[in-house]
């Protein structure tokens, strides 16, 4: 059993930690920086979760990820790119975390996760456990798989956060995004779209109905596939919050359990 103090989970969207529609990929390190002082706020253990951005999903989407026509061979071939971009990103989070007094460590998806049909089949946490008792904050990246049906498939930072908050019954989820929540319709078509600060059984079913997708290249579904992932908890006592990453000081609040403006999914 994990004898670890206040786990919390916090997603760093890749719209934030990259220059989204760049190319080729690169990292927004000014964010980077800022997110890592903030993270160095939270007293216990921590798991960061990094979505893909520019890193995943441009070298995804040239491979024709996310789209069901696309031959294998052709997905194979992204394997390298994809992973060796994600790689990247995720030693320049490494590197902040442990300058800014975070001992961290980064463990890869690609080398222990298998997918079956784009869909988790095996996930082994035990290691993540073991690194989180030793003191390190774990980094786990969005990455792309071997997957017994596909070949390859993509494994997203929102996947791997739900997972995770089931499988070491994590108690606070934060999803960091570019935007301040769930909104809605989608902000960036309307910008007068009105937050919601409170998803719950009332008004799930209209919020998700109304929620946009992510306006950049994106092959894993963008807010509302964020937002039914987060759903796949509701049986569990997790607090979870979609907040806006890009906003100094929100993350900090969230941390302390300080209200912020976010969207809190509760059940
Ligand atoms: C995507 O993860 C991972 C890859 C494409 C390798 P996410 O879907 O969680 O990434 P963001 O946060 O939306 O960029």
């Known amino acids: 059993m994990l004898h670890l103090k206040s786990l919390t989970l916090v997603k760093l969207g890749g719209s934030v930690i990259t220059q989204k529609k760049v190319s080729p990929p690169t990292v927004n390190n000014m964010a980077i920086n800022r997110i890592a002082k903030e993270l160095q706020t939270h007293q216990g253990s921590l798991i960061v979760v990094l979505g893909g951005g520019a890193h995943g999903h441009q070298a995804a989407h040239i491979h024709g990820f996310g789209d069901s026509s696309t031959p294998l061979e052709k997905l194979l071939a992204g394997i390298p790119s994809i992973h060796h971009n994600m790689t990247l990103l995720s030693l320049e989070v490494e590197q902040a975390l442990n300058a800014n007094g975070i001992p961290s460590v980064v463990i890869p998806p690609f080398s222990s996760?298998?997918?079956?049909?784009?869909?988790?089949?095996?996930?082994?946490?035990?290691?993540?456990?073991?690194?989180?008792?030793?003191?390190?904050?774990?980094?786990?990246?969005?990455?792309?798989?071997?997957?017994?049906?596909?070949?390859?498939?993509?494994?997203?930072?929102?996947?791997?956060?739900?997972?995770?908050?089931?499988?070491?019954?994590?108690?606070?989820?934060?999803?960091?995004?570019?935007?301040?929540?769930?909104?809605?319709?989608d902000p960036r078509v309307n910008p007068n779209a009105t937050l919601v600060s409170v998803i719950d059984s009332s008004n799930k079913d209209s919020v998700l109905a109304g929620a946009g997708t992510s306006a950049a290249t994106d092959v894993t579904g963008g807010m509302a596939r964020k937002a039914w992932e987060l759903f796949e908890l509701a049986n569990q006592t997790t607090q979870i919050a979609i907040f806006n990453l890009t906003a100094p000081g929100r993350l900090t609040a969230l941390l302390a359990d300080k209200s912020t403006t976010c969207t809190r999914i509760e059940f």
Not at 116 to 133: Q, S, V
Not at 158 to 178: E, H, Q, W
Request: aromatic residues 6%.
């Open 113 to 185: 996760v298998s997918m079956h049909d784009g869909e988790i089949m095996n996930f082994p946490t035990d290691i993540i456990k073991w690194a989180l008792e030793a003191h390190c904050a774990v980094i786990i990246h969005g990455d792309v798989c071997l997957d017994d049906v596909q070949g390859a498939s993509i494994l997203s930072g929102d996947t791997i956060s739900v997972y995770l908050a089931k499988a070491l019954d994590i108690k606070r989820v934060f999803i960091g995004t570019d935007v301040d929540g769930i909104f809605e319709e």
